[in-house]
């Protein structure tokens, strides 16, 4: 996000407002991103949005180009979306309890997606991987999983790691809490990088004498196009080259699109790159 150009930011308010949060909340914010810690100054504190505008709480106006990281594809407050999320709220909010809305909205997905020929819907993205990689393990009956650095699938153990300084080696938490022997499950190789995948599927493949049935490769988790290290493209024929990988050592290929989604195209990076 970047004020309009020529224009004086102001931020009194929004500093009260993050001395105020900080007394309350870690760092002040409920994200990390948010904490402006890596680029210096004070968070805006964010007052209402319009169109491809956020008005922030001392009348700053923003142009804003992370939607939501993905949500508001259309755009803050479109007259129709609130007209049909008031619509959809004077009819309650939340039920515990299975809904029209939600199987219209899972026929409406897998059209747009049919490799999804089953869904969950979570409240997180958090809690979309976590339950994508349990459920590769559970398939697959092996425990390790490949991410690549710089990539972020949310604050759950097992993607807070590193692989240290070479591919073969075990994974060491990136994070305070999260258990030694959580993270050498987990093994991170560069993005981009198909020799450096292949290398750590042939370092880790159990071997044919081994009663350890769990050892091996579960799955490789990846976003299609990193987000989180700024926004870097697979290079051409890459994310081809994983599906291959995946195919040839048995293990699965999981696409974490909380921020590309529908943003890349309508049946998302799978659909643009034709990779399943």
């Known amino acids: 996000m970047r004020p309009n150009k020529g224009t004086a930011v102001r931020n009194d308010r929004s500093q009260k407002l993050f001395d105020r949060a900080k007394l309350h909340i870690p760092g002040g914010v409920n994200s990390p991103v948010r904490a402006f810690g890596a680029v210096g100054g004070t968070p805006f504190f964010a007052a209402r949005g319009q169109g491809p505008y956020i008005h922030d709480v001392d009348g700053n106006r923003y142009i804003d180009y992370v939607t939501s990281y993905g949500p508001l594809i259309l755009g803050h407050a ?9 619509e959809a709220a004077a009819q309650g909010t939340s039920f515990g309890a299975p809904t029209l809305r939600e199987v219209q909205l899972a026929e409406k997905v897998q059209a747009a997606v049919p490799s999804m020929q089953k869904m969950r819907f979570t409240s997180s993205g958090t809690e979309a991987t976590m339950s994508a990689l349990r459920l590769a393990r559970g398939a697959t009956g092996r425990n390790k ?12 153990d097992p993607f ?21 022997a959580t993270a050498a499950d987990t093994l991170t190789v560069p993005y981009n990088d198909l ?10 493949a159990r071997p044919p004498e081994s009663a350890d049935a769990s050892a091996g490769i579960a ?10 290290m700024g926004l870097v493209q697979p290079l051409p024929g890459y994310l081809a080259g994983l599906r291959r990988l995946c195919d040839r050592f048995g293990a699965l290929l999981i696409f974490d699109e909380v921020i590309t989604g529908f943003r890349v195209a309508l049946g998302g990076a799978q659909g643009h790159y034709g990779v399943v």
């Open 219 to 228: 799955a490789i988790l990846v976003e299609p196009v990193a987000c989180n």
């Open 195 to 204: 020799e450096a995948v292949e290398a750590c599927f042939i370092a880790h």
């Open 78 to 86: 479109p007259a129709e979306v609130v007209a049909r999320v008031c």
């Open 160 to 180: 807070l790691t590193d692989a240290g300084s070479g591919v073969a080696t075990l994974g060491i938490p990136g994070s305070a809490g999260v258990p030694a």
């Open 145 to 156: 999983l490949i991410k690549f650095s710089g990539g972020y699938h949310g604050h759950a």
